[in-house]
Structures are given as structure tokens and as C-alpha cells.
């Protein structure tokens, strides 16, 4: 419990801010599910896959722009991703360019 009014303060702004990133990474990881549910599937249309990386990749550097993920990460989450769609037969110079 808090003693302080401060205190009190950065309870309710830690909560905030939980909930904030929290929605964030559900996200990134529903983003990540899709298109590995869409490479997996096997019938890859490179304008979909194209769109949806797009998306993918947009949100995971807007949650590094608002401090959610670390810059390491989000380099990380995306290379190994491009890596996954390499392995499974895609054309990654076509999605990434």
C-alpha cells in the first residue's frame, strides 16, 4: 500500500501504463500469429503476405518508438520472422523490400 500521495500517483500511472503496453504486445503477438498461421497454411499470395508484414512491421516499430519493446527486440522479432517465411519457400527479398 502507499504512504504518500505521490506514491499513490505512480500506482495508478504503473496501472495505466501496464494496461497500455499490455495491448501492445497482444498486438504484436496476434500480428506474428497470423502471418505464421499464413505462411504455414502453404497457399502465399506475396501481396498479401506483403500487406500483412507491412502491418507487422509498423506496429512492432511504433511499440519501439513508445517504449514498449527494446530496439534489440524489435530487430530480433523481425528477423527471425523473415527467417520463418525464408524457411517455408517465400521470396523474402519481395516481402521486406
Known sequence: MPNTKSAEKRVRQSKKRYLRNKAWKEKVKALRKDIIKYVLSGNVNIEELKKKWREFQS?????????????????????????????????VSKIAS
Not at 60 to 68: E, P, Q
Not at 74 to 79: A, D, F, T
Open 59 to 91: 506496429t512492432v516499430d511504433k511499440t519501439k518508438t513508445k517504449n514498449v519493446f527494446k530496439p534489440n527486440k524489435v530487430s530480433r522479432l523481425k528477423s527471425r520472422l523473415l527467417a520463418f517465411i525464408a524457411k517455408h519457400g517465400v521470396d
